[in-house]
T-cell receptor
Framework: DAGITQSPRYKITETGRQVTLMCHQTWSHSYMFWYRQDLGHGLRLIYYSAAADITDKGEVPDGYVVSRSKTENFPLTLESATRSQTSVYFC????????????FGQGTRLTVV | QKEVEQDPGPLSVPEGAIVSLNCTYSNSAFQYFMWYRQYSRKGPELLMYTYSSGNKEDGRFTAQVDKSSKYISLFIRDSQPSDSATYLCAMREYGNKLVFGAGTILRVKS
């Protein structure tokens, strides 16, 4: 199915553990984004990527690592999870040749205990 | 200072009311202005998109951009209970990151 998918949908992990959230899109959109959503803060940009092997920091990058070896995949890794990283994480992609509409995944609800 | 400011609400209105949602921004390089709607436990979906200053209308929705004041608005006419959602403004520079406001929670009471 065409679209953008995130996995897992739900994740509980312990403080200090490494966890990776996956994002896969089937359109070959060049731009991809990772956001976290917390009450009162809206969507805050963690990292974004303009193309394979090109990534840049957003507003809240500390504690996160990204990579983009292939255009369709943009995994987000929490190197050592903390309770403050409990959030809902959304991945999105944009085809800059289109109307700049961002397409979002279903979200990953991460709880760090 | 955040690049995009938006009052998180919540905003509660009776059915049939006109709703006005607003955002201000500080980055004069923003060229694309969008409104997204997000229902509970779902990802945001694009509602309106504008490129230049002025008004754009789509059914009951009107998006307004004033670049000189760095101010954008979304108006919803004849609001319905199904419009109850979180509305997020978003802005983008050409070829750059997409930045969102905090989102306004809207509740339309029947």
């Amino acid at each position: 199915d065409a679209g953008i998918t995130q996995s897992p949908r739900y994740k509980i992990t312990e403080t200090g553990r490494q966890v990776t959230l996956m994002c896969h899109q089937t359109w070959s959109h060049s731009y991809m984004f990772w956001y976290r959503q917390d009450l009162g803060h809206g969507l805050r940009l963690i990292y974004y990527s303009a193309a394979a092997d090109i990534t840049d920091k957003g507003e809240v990058p500390d504690g996160y690592v990204v990579s983009r070896s292939k255009t369709e995949n943009f995994p987000l890794t929490l190197e050592s999870a903390t309770r403050s990283q409990t959030s809902v994480y959304f991945c999105a992609s944009i085809d800059p040749g289109g109307n700049t509409e961002a397409f979002f995944g279903q979200g990953t609800r991460l709880t760090v205990v | 200072q955040k690049e995009v400011e938006q009052d998180p609400g919540p905003l509660s209105v009776p059915e049939g009311a006109i709703v006005s949602l607003n955002c201000t921004y500080s980055n004069s390089a923003f060229q694309y202005f969008m409104w997204y709607r997000q229902y509970s436990r779902k990802g945001p979906e694009l509602l309106m998109y504008t490129y230049s200053s002025g008004n754009k209308e789509d059914g009951r929705f009107t998006a307004q951009v004033d670049k000189s004041s760095k101010y954008i608005s979304l108006f919803i006419r004849d609001s319905q209970p199904s419009d109850s959602a979180t509305y997020l403004c978003a802005m983008r520079e050409y070829g750059n990151k997409l930045v969102f406001g905090a989102g306004t929670i809207l509740r339309v009471k029947s």
